[in-house]
């Protein structure tokens, strides 16, 4: 009897000391889901670089290289990611878009495009280019580019604050003539629904048809 108490008593105390020296830490989830987001953000930047600084040596370039624009905002895509260049192989021009950040803020933004000419080396407006849309229309950004070939007609979709519109909407632009950097627009896109409930998809890819057709995906906002 006084073993089989001494027995139990020792299994306890092991028992004991094992619960105390060994804690269970708690499982946590390292997955968190991230905050909609919807371009409309304001967000503060502490020491950012000047963009507009001499840029550094570069290392092992090939060929020669051309500053086609100067941003303070580094994030040219949010969501759907498409070309911002195209090349007009009848002229050898090569057209492009960019979002340009006007600060180092991030809402001050705006799409612009420019012309780059082989045969000169240089660029149709300049070191930064022709703002795409109208004054009225603010926060544009993350953009793709299209191109109707056959008459090198360059196209720039892209995520835009429109006051034609509630909120956040994607829209295309397409210039009147070739290299000429006057873009217009019908309207802001349709809102974007699925399964009966209205979405935000603000993030647009375009691409143009050999038959002058013009396609758009975008990404909704989640």
């Known amino acids: 009897m006084n073993k089989t ?25 390292p ?23 001499p840029p550094p040596p570069m290392v092992d370039t090939i060929g020669n290289v051309f500053r086609a624009g100067r941003t303070w905002y580094e994030g040219q895509h949010n969501g759907t990611i498409g070309r911002m260049l195209e090349i007009d192989t009848a002229t050898g021009q090569v057209h492009m878009v960019y979002m340009r950040g006007i600060d180092s803020g991030a809402t001050n933004r705006h799409i612009f495009y ?16 022709q703002r795409v849309p109208p004054a009225t229309i603010s926060r544009s950004g993350f953009t793709s580019m ?11 979709a892209f995520h835009e604050i429109n006051p034609r519109a509630t909120g956040a909407t994607s829209n295309v632009y397409f210039d009147i003539e ?22 935000t998809a603000i993030w647009p890819r375009i691409s143009v048809g050999r038959n002058g057709v013009v396609h758009v995906v975008t990404t909704q906002s989640t």
């Open 146 to 156: 299209g191109f109707y070939a056959p008459s090198a007609i360059p196209f720039a």
């Open 178 to 199: 070739s290299g000429i950097g006057a873009f217009v627009a019908d309207a802001p896109m349709s809102l974007a629904y699925s399964g009966g409930t209205q979405i």
């Open 31 to 53: 997955y968190e889901r991230a905050p909609l987001i919807n371009g409309e953000e304001t967000i503060a930047v502490d020491a950012i670089g000047d963009p507009f600084l």
């Open 5 to 29: 108490l001494l027995l139990i008593v020792l299994l306890l105390s092991i028992s004991v000391a094992f619960a105390v020296t060994h804690k269970v830490s708690p499982v946590v989830n």
């Open 114 to 129: 420019n012309v780059f000419n082989p045969a000169t080396n240089s660029f149709l407006f300049g070191q930064f280019g």
